[in-house]
């Protein structure tokens, strides 16, 4: 059976268009070290590169997220460290004011103390991480506690204008929540209203603004009143110390709460790296070339292309006579 010319033309250009686009595709993957550089490469390994890197982006957040969660609480940790300091320097003061050997002389110093070591509970208790406030429940932009004063109008013989009367707690007593991964969540001690609230013991001071306000009372009437100086003394040596101690408990107790946190959160942070790890490689092996067999391969086209070259030059040598 005779072949026509046209058909042997046809199927040279043929076979040198595949040997060319085998040729092409493999230089493709050299030069981008990537298997698939299109969908219509490999629809079903494209299918895959995509999925994987959504959620090695989603990876990337929650690691982030972590990262910037234990920052926050750490910046907790050292804010209430400065608080335990205070209410221990407020508590040797309430001590020392107890002591019978001091006159009105030394309540009135120890209280100038005591007024401008309270202002610094409330500094630290507005601590702030990257411009937000971290004891503010979730109203982290303004500052959430402020120091209440009495003003002339509050003033009578145990408070004077200019004394401290309690804490105000602006925040909201809602945590602030953090995603760490797929489906699981952790909440921050972000609620400023645990660090101020009630102690174990009842009566007077079940909130630390109330018990420094009592504080302040009682020296105010062993300063201005001689006849009740050992009764003053008596309160700041009994209940009003013992709530000192409560209220230092409780800093202790939430400084534990912020611990289990951080330790959740760094156990959080070595699985995100391990899984991120375990995500990089998994795309790795989909997406990108071995080069070793690639740089086979393309030799392998580079010879078939140039052969097939060589063997279209005698088939468009042909001519006419040829044929006679």
Same mark, same amino acid.
């Given at each position: ?20 686009? %085998? ?21 079903? #390994? *494209?299918?895959?590169?995509? /999925?994987? %890197? ?5 990876? =990337?957040?929650? /690691? ?24 221990? @320097? ?7 004011? #107890? ?24 500094? %630290? ?20 506690? +402020? ?13 004077? /204008? ?11 007593? &809602?945590?602030?929540? @953090? ?5 699981? %969540? ?6 400023? *209203? ?11 001071? =079940? ?13 105010? +009437? ?7 100086? #050992? *009764? ?23 400084? &534990? ?15 995100? &790296? ?29 010879? $078939? ?13 042909? $001519? ?5």
């Amino acid at each position: 059976m005779r072949i026509s010319e046209n058909t042997t033309y046809n199927n040279f250009l043929y076979n040198l268009g595949n040997s060319q686009s %085998s040729l092409q595709a493999t230089m493709q993957q050299l030069s981008s070290q990537q298997q698939v550089s299109k969908p219509s490469d490999n629809p079903l #390994a *494209a299918s895959q590169i995509m /999925a994987l %890197s959504s959620s090695l982006t989603q990876n =990337t957040t929650y /690691a982030n997220t972590i990262k910037d969660a234990i920052n926050l609480s750490q910046t907790q940790d050292s804010a209430l460290s400065g608080l335990s300091d205070q209410m221990l @320097r407020i508590r040797t003061l309430v001590q020392a004011s #107890a002591n019978g050997a001091y006159g009105p002389d030394e309540l009135k110093s120890n209280k100038t103390e005591l007024s401008s070591v309270m202002a610094s509970v409330v500094d %630290s208790l507005n601590a702030d991480y990257g411009g937000r406030y971290v004891f503010a429940g979730t109203k982290i932009d303004k500052p959430p506690f +402020e120091l209440v004063k009495a003003t002339a109008d509050d003033a009578d013989n145990n408070v004077q /204008a200019g004394d401290i009367i309690g804490i105000k707690y602006n925040g909201s007593t &809602t945590n602030q929540t @953090r995603s760490i991964s797929s489906g699981v %969540s952790i909440d921050l001690a972000t609620n400023g *209203a645990n660090i101020v609230g009630g102690t174990t013991q009842g009566g007077a001071g =079940t909130q630390l603004g109330d018990y420094f306000a009592k504080v302040i009372q009682t020296l105010n +009437e062993g300063i201005n009143k001689p006849d009740q100086l #050992a *009764a003053a003394q008596s309160a700041l040596g009994g209940d009003l110390l013992g709530q000192t101690t409560n209220f230092s408990d409780k800093v202790v107790n939430v400084r &534990t709460t912020i611990g289990a946190v951080v330790n959740r959160l760094n156990i959080a942070s070595a699985q995100n &790296t391990s899984q991120n790890l375990n995500l990089t490689t998994m795309k790795s092996n989909v997406q990108d070339v071995d080069m070793a067999k690639a740089y086979m391969e393309y030799q392998k086209d580079q010879t $078939t292309y140039q052969s097939t070259l060589a063997m279209g030059t005698k088939i468009m040598n042909t $001519t006419i006579l040829n044929y006679m």
